[in-house]
Each structure stands twice: as structure tokens, then as C-alpha cells.
DNA sequence: CCACGTATTGACCCTTTGGTCAACACCATG
DNA sequence: CATGGTGTTGACCAAAGGGTCAATACGTGG
């Protein structure tokens, strides 16, 4: 005995926050199209009515996903800072104060990595994504060795904005790494030490 | 009609193998014990005689992946150098090109990895062999700084560990991001120059 | 050579899960 | 008020996979 109709945009929108939750409770292997629908309260047949496949939801979950871990946003907090090195600095300090909230949102994406290995939409969507989030420390590295060259000598802008990059999604494994979350502080207080900062920052 | 028999440890190292074979080639998603009992020639029945439980086989299997993936090996090409700073350079620099090579049994660590979310004793397993793993570039994390006191001052031994753990974790994830392999030389290069080293190294 | 413990087999069970589909209810329109 | 399109349901299907178990072959000790 079907339920009220209700549009197209409206059901889907509906469905997804389901997938969502389910994924945040339950992550991936509990992601199944009967758990959605229950948590959406539908019946699982409108589920494939509005998804034709898993697949697809799975798409539009990592899509949602991805916009909202794999982006650094570059906001008044990191402008306002003086020379290039701090804003890159700032910059780092703040996606690693990202990682340490929001580790749910790290382990479903965790998740969907692993699925990539075996889908090539996912893996295109996540490899594309992560070459984006890169490329948004590009300009700040440039800028880092624009403003002192000769002790930066050596250095490129894409290798330094490949190393931090690779120092934040190291420190991502080390936050997911156990239970109780580990603490980051004196990593930074180093790469502070080692670019040229030498004053305390809370973490 | 049941063939010949074997002894209780000539068995289990046959079918371990043939798990082995396995994942690596499918990962996990595709060992099944029905893959690994085929793989071994031998009945499905058989696997189960050996390993109680699947998961019993997985821990076996994840066991040997640690003490061959996450293990910082210390031999002569490290120890040969002068300065601390070079030392720990050379191991970093080991350890990104073991990350190149072994680009399967990196992906297989990352399935681990996500079973290990729900798995505690793979969890555990994985945490205390990341553990050891930073645990090894300890020292050479603490001699770097006391070779130079006033240049690395604001470090911290632990810190500087966790540092170089975490960029060669990051990298881990580039190296395996996408089909074709990434070129971590540039990256490399930022690392010398930030910790003082100058000259151009292979990758 | 007999008997007993044990290694080995493969059929079988049960659960889960992605996906299909015929039936049915809802709503707009004529 | 009929009617057709469409949203909705839940039973059903097939495949896969972990695990069980009775039957059976093998080897060893008496």
C-alpha cells in the first residue's frame, strides 16, 4: 500500500540524508540499500526507483563527501596573516584542527578510498578531488619561496605544496590511527621550528 | 574422496600461501575462502579445518603484511653517514622508495586498514605496528636535534618523529592515489632543503 | 591386517544483499 | 468521476559467502 508521492528532487534529497546518516553511524559496510531505506522510512523498491543502483548513491554520498573534507577553505583567518610563510603555516595548522574534528567524516572516507581501488568512478572522483585540494597550497608555496629565495633555494612550489599536503593526510592516518585521538602539537611545533616560526600556537 | 595428507604446520603454511597469493592479487574483497581454498588446491572444507574462522586466516594474513611493509629496516646504507641529519634523510629517502616498489601491498595495508574499523584485533594489530614503526626514527629524530641544539631549537624528539612518519604516510597515499605512479622527487628535494641537505638525490 | 584417530572432501545450510517486478495507490487532467 | 501516468510497496529472485557436518580416505600403532 504505497505512501504519499512527493517530487523527484525532494525524495532523492531525502534518501541521501538517509545514506548519510547511515554512513556516519554505520559507515560503509553497513551501507545497505535495505538500511537506507528504513532510515529514510521508505520501502527499499522506491530507493532503486530514485537510484537505479548502489552504485550511483554511493556516487552521490562520496560527491557530498568530498566537498566537504577535501577542500581548504582559504578564508580571512588565513589572509590576514603578514608574510606567506604564516599564511602556509595557518593554513596547515588549520586542515590539521580540520582532521582532529570530524574523524567520522575521515574513516567514511577512508572507506570510499578502498572501494576506489575497485571502481574507477569513485577512484577518478577521489584522485581528482585530492589533486584540487593540492593544488589550493600551490600558490602559498609559490609564495613561500617567492618571498626568500635564497633560503628556499632548491625547493619548488609544487614539491612544497606536495609536502604539506602529504604531512596532512599522513596526519590524518595518525588521527583515525586509535581510539583515542593522538596529539599534534608538538609535530607543528617542529615544522614551525624547521620553516621559521618559532612562537607557540594552540592546537 | 580426500587426497593425501600433510602435516598440521605443512598445511597451514600452504594454505597461508595460497592467501597470499590471493590478496594480492584480488585484495580483500576478493578473498574468499572458497578464492583461497581453489588457489591451494584444496577444499574449501579444509581451510576452515586449519583456520577456524576467517577472521583467524585474515590475522595470519595481516601479520605477515606488517613485519614485511611497516618496518623501517636500519642496515649499513643508513648508519654509513656522518651527521645524524643525513642519516634520517636516508631513511626517509629508503622508506618513500620502498613506498614505489610494493605499491600491492600498500593497498592491501589500506584494506586492512578499513577492516580494521570494525576488527579490534586488527586494529590493534595495525596501531601497535605503526607504533613501532615511528618508535624506530626515535633516535635518529633525537640525535638530528642534538647534533644542533640552536637550529632545531623548539623541536622535540617525538615530534620530529611523528613528522617524518607522517609525510612518508601521506606519500603513501599519493604513491597509490592513481594508475600511474607519482613523482616524488620534488618533494624530496623541499625535505633536503629544509633540513639542510643540498645535494640532488635519485628516486 | 585391523582398528582407530585424524586429515580431507564436498554437499548443504543459512544469511545477507543487490536488484527486479507485478500490483497498487495517489494525483492531475479531461 | 473515470483514467492514465507515475510514485510506491513488498514479495521475490539469484548469487555469494561464511560456516557445518556426515561421509570417507589415509596412515599408524598394535
Redesign the pocket.
Known amino acids: 500500500?504505497?505512501?504519499?508521492?512527493?517530487s523527484?528532487a525532494e525524495?532523492r534529497e531525502q534518501i541521501l540524508r538517509a545514506a548519510r546518516r547511515v554512513a556516519m553511524r554505520d559507515r560503509l559496510d553497513g551501507l545497505?540499500?535495505?538500511n537506507v531505506a528504513r532510515e529514510a522510512e521508505?520501502?527499499?523498491?522506491?530507493v532503486?526507483?530514485h537510484y537505479s543502483?548502489?552504485?550511483a548513491l554511493l556516487e552521490a554520498l562520496l560527491e557530498w563527501l568530498l566537498e566537504r573534507t577535501i577542500v581548504a577553505e582559504i578564508g580571512p583567518d588565513i589572509l590576514r596573516h603578514e608574510t606567506a610563510v604564516e599564511q602556509l603555516l595557518a593554513l596547515l595548522e588549520q586542515e590539521l584542527q580540520r582532521l582532529s574534528m570530524h574523524r567520522d567524516q575521515l574513516e567514511l572516507f577512508f572507506d570510499f578510498w578502498v572501494i576506489g581501488r575497485r571502481d574507477t568512478t569513485i577512484r577518478t572522483m577521489i584522485s581528482q578531488a585530492l589533486d584540487r585540494y593540492r593544488a589550493s597550497f600551490r600558490p602559498f608555496a609559490a609564495a613561500v619561496i617567492a618571498q626568500n629565495p635564497e633560503r628556499y633555494a632548491d625547493m619548488t612550489a609544487e614539491g612544497l605544496a606536495l609536502l604539506v599536503v602529504s604531512v596532512i593526510q599522513g596526519c590524518a592516518i595518525q588521527v583515525i590511527k586509535d581510539p583515542n585521538p593522538i596529539d599534534l602539537k608538538p609535530m607543528l611545533q617542529t615544522v614551525y621550528a624547521l620553516l621559521g616560526r618559532s612562537d607557540a600556537v594552540e592546537v
Chains 1, 2 share one sequence.
Open positions: 500500500m504505497p505512501g504519499k508521492k512527493a523527484e525524495r545497505t540499500i535495505r521508505v520501502s527499499s523498491g522506491l532503486f526507483f543502483t548502489k552504485d
